[in-house]
């Protein structure tokens, strides 16, 4: 019998160190994908494959067939080859993806989907049956693994490897889900049913809307039957919409406040004034169409947050005005140098260079050549409303909004709710300078309910040596900033009150549901209030709300907990949140990582580079 015992002691050892090689390999394939390197992404899938081949072999051979008919020890044998079977399909399926990967970026040696300015209808169009299959192989793998009775003799190893194989499994599942849902739209969407048009929009930062930057470059983009035109570009103010931001009539959301009456009749570039992109792309695409240019199919809004990400990904490029230009410097060159640089007088030129720099970013995107390297690169600005993409069909539509890519303002279910947004009201270029805080301070009680105060602190840091500029304070000369602050409040939420500086006002909406106290209806059944006042430059302004929530808001019969979601703003510098709990008499706060506790309150803070969600447990004293 030590034969046997070494045997298995041998097939044990190879299980083992063939599952803490494979799980770090496997997840080194993931992580070189997401990171868009496809010769790393294979080095690290021939390392899991080798070390597949350790955990397929530690179940087989004679010693295992053995153990198959020793009573109590055969259902282990059974189950360690389910898991073996599970680990090789897991490879199989990471190595068809990776096929995948390799083929949609041309990295693989076939035929890109997407090069020179043209898309391969026929590749475009035999990607969906590809993505499902991979989809159905890893669902398949991970419904197998889960079935794996990891108990009896030999448990402990086989649910080591059983939980390595799932946690490895996770972030592939994730990727194939979100390709399952996108694949099938892609044909129709790219034109190969006919042209679709595509309106981007690219925000500056430095003139901030609830929705993102002020829409004051413009692109069409139309795809059709593989080919991808540009027939119009510009900028919005003065190419697009001349003279200078001419208003247009056009048809927008009926149950938008910011707009009392419909048709609009307003300059395209205050289109997007309502925080939620659903609303405020439709005021886009009609003001656009308005324009008497084509209607869109979609509108994409980007800003430079998103492109710098993408220069950082793909390369620097050379601008004529501004030198070598990377995602790092895009910024402060266009947002901050450009306008120093060019005076109001030179505000043509440097429109010009802004958008033969743009030219140059887009030519270099069309070449197909780091496309996959890009859209990821972008992809993960969308948490920060940096990439926001809205489609006019229903069914694109709702791929997008699963996607967390679709700009949409929603409360949470349950618990509290800070949505904050500031919207320029100057025309001045200062909103790059902006440092925002928001504090939320919220006395719980014993029933669950709670009185809450949000303080929204913006300060307008510009720089000492900048000139005040004109005295009107109206343009991009102005250091001054004249800003609305749009706020919500939770649903549930009653009493609300706002509260701000002297020179200050409630900005009412007019013919729309109001709520009290300048509270309207958003159009989606949620509460907003906007307050309206100047900041001078190197000043701080303090706009404030207050609210109650009801009895069992935060739990109830003794266990109490505080939850909030806090939703971003695309601002060039992320806001800052801070929450502040008080426990109830009889109750302390549960101290985590990153919490300050003092007596009774506990506080946390957080950048709101994405959607913040906070719990903060409050327990009984003892």
Same mark, same amino acid.
């Not at 041309?106 to 997407?114: C, E, H, L, Q």
């Not at 044909?187 to 309106?199: E, I």
């Not at 795809?223 to 009539?249: H, M, W, Y």
């Not at 410097?329 to 743009?358: C, M, P």
């Given at each position: ?109 076939? &035929? !890109?989907?997407?090069?020179?300015? =043209?898309?391969?209808? @026929? /590749?475009? #169009? *035999? +990607? ?34 059983? &939980? !390595?194989?799932?946690?490895?499994? =996770?972030?592939?599942? @994730? /990727?194939? #889900? *979100? +390709? ?443």
């Amino acid at each position: 019998m030590i034969w046997l015992q070494v045997s298995i002691f041998t097939s044990l050892a190879s299980l083992g160190i063939g599952a803490r090689s494979y799980q770090t390999s496997l997840t080194g394939v993931a992580n070189q994908i997401s990171a868009g390197e496809y010769a790393a992404a294979q080095a690290d899938l021939a390392q899991a494959q080798s070390a597949s081949t350790h955990i397929i072999d530690s179940a087989h051979g004679f010693n295992m067939t053995v153990l198959e008919y020793i009573p109590g020890i055969s259902s282990a044998v059974h189950n360690w080859e389910r898991l073996t079977d599970a680990v090789e399909n897991i490879t199989a399926s990471t190595d068809d993806m990776l096929t995948l990967f390799g083929d949609l970026s041309g990295k693989s040696g076939t &035929a !890109k989907i997407f090069n020179d300015g =043209a898309i391969d209808v @026929d /590749a475009l #169009k *035999a +990607l969906p049956p590809r993505v499902k299959s991979i989809d159905l192989g890893i669902s398949a793998t991970y419904n197998n693994l889960l079935a794996v009775q990891a108990n009896g003799p030999l448990s402990g190893p086989l649910a080591a490897v059983q &939980a !390595k194989a799932l946690t490895t499994i =996770a972030p592939i599942q @994730d /990727a194939m #889900k *979100a +390709l399952v849902d996108l694949a099938p739209q892609l044909p129709d969407a790219l034109g190969a049913n006919g042209p679709r048009r595509y309106l981007i929009a690219i925000g500056n930062q430095a003139e901030m809307r609830a929705a993102g930057g002020a829409p004051l470059t413009l692109i069409l983009v139309e795809f059709d039957q593989g080919r991808i035109t540009i027939p119009i570009k510009g900028q919005t103010s003065t190419e697009l919409f001349p003279p200078l931001n001419a208003p247009v009539k056009w048809w927008g959301p009926s149950a938008n406040p910011f707009f009392d009456i419909n048709p609009r009749y307003s300059p395209m570039v205050v289109a997007n004034t309502h925080p939620n992109l659903e609303f405020s792309a439709r005021e886009m695409a009609g003001a656009w169409e308005g324009g008497s240019y084509p209607a869109v199919d979609g509108v994409v809004t980007i800003d430079l947050t998103a492109i710098g990400s993408v220069l950082n990904a793909m390369g620097p490029i050379q601008s004529a005005a501004y030198g070598e230009v990377t995602g790092d410097k895009l910024g402060q060159i266009l947002l901050i140098d450009a306008y120093a640089k060019f005076g109001q007088s030179d505000a043509v030129a440097r429109q010009k260079a802004n958008q033969e720099l743009l030219d140059q970013l887009l030519a270099k995107l069309l070449s197909g050549d780091e496309l996959v390297t890009a859209a990821k690169a972008m992809a993960k600005t969308a948490p920060g409303r940096h990439f926001q993409v809205w489609m006019a069909k229903p069914e694109f539509e709702s791929v997008i909004l699963r996607s967390g890519a679709g700009g949409s303002v929603n409360a949470p279910r349950t618990g509290d709710w800070s949505a904050v947004y500031t919207q320029n009201g100057n025309q001045s270029k200062v909103d790059v300078f902006q440092e925002r805080k928001v504090v939320v301070n919220a006395a719980v009680h014993t029933d669950g309910s709670a009185h809450v105060t949000q303080d929204v602190i913006l300060t307008n840091a510009t720089p000492k040596d900048r000139p005040e500029g004109p005295p009107e304070r109206i343009g991009y000369e102005t250091s001054w900033l004249k800003a609305a602050y749009v706020m919500y409040v939770p649903n549930a939420a009653t009493n609300m009150q706002t509260i701000y500086p002297a020179g200050f006002a409630v900005r009412p909406f007019k013919n729309h549901q109001q709520l009290g106290k300048g509270y309207v209806d958003d159009g989606f059944g949620q509460k907003l209030v906007r307050v309206v006042g100047w900041t001078a430059p190197q000043a701080s302004s303090t706009v404030s709300q207050s609210y109650d929530l009801p009895a069992g808001t935060f739990g109830k019969n003794g266990n109490l907990n505080y939850t909030l979601q806090a939703d971003p703003q695309s601002l060039f510098k992320a806001s800052t949140v801070t929450v502040r709990v008080t426990a109830p008499a009889g109750y302390s706060p549960v101290e985590t990582d990153g919490m300050v506790v003092n007596g009774k309150t506990a506080e946390v803070s957080a950048v709101q580079d994405r959607t913040v969600k906070v719990s903060i447990a409050l327990s009984k004293d003892r």
